[in-house]
């Protein structure tokens, strides 16, 4: 059974930090791509980051240079270290594996507002 397990998610100020932390179970970790999405209220769920096995980074315009996403294949674990966060970047945010298949998780909420 195949489990994507998200966390770090919370309330910030604008301006401040939060890392995302996504735990998979049940997929061979290091063949997938694994990517964070996240969706508003009112609003399509969208790309934010994504990183291939190999590492290859790529990220929504919208979060370059502020956000990095990273992989550590021993703990089949993928990180979104957000930074300078802003109120627009509110929402639930799901953590994503793909290979052959594509796997979700239950999404985690982050809230950016003073």
């Known amino acids: 059974q195949v489990q994507l397990v998200e966390s770090g998610g919370g309330l910030v100020q604008p301006g401040g930090s939060l890392r995302l932390s996504c735990v998979a179970s049940?997929?061979?970790?290091?063949?997938?791509?694994m990517g964070w999405y996240r969706q508003a209220p009112g609003k399509q769920r969208e790309l934010v980051a994504i990183?291939?096995?190999?590492?290859?980074?790529v990220y929504a315009d919208s979060v370059k240079g502020r956000f990095t996403i990273s992989r550590d294949n021993a703990k089949n674990t993928v990180y979104l270290q957000m930074n300078s966060l802003k109120p627009e970047d509110t929402a639930v945010y799901y953590c994503?594996?793909?290979?052959?298949?594509?796997?979700w998780g239950q999404g985690t909420q982050v809230t950016v507002s003073s």
């Open positions: 994503n594996a793909r290979w052959t298949k594509g796997y």
């Open positions: 049940g997929i061979t970790f290091g063949v997938f791509a």
């Open positions: 990183i291939s096995s190999g590492g290859t980074t």
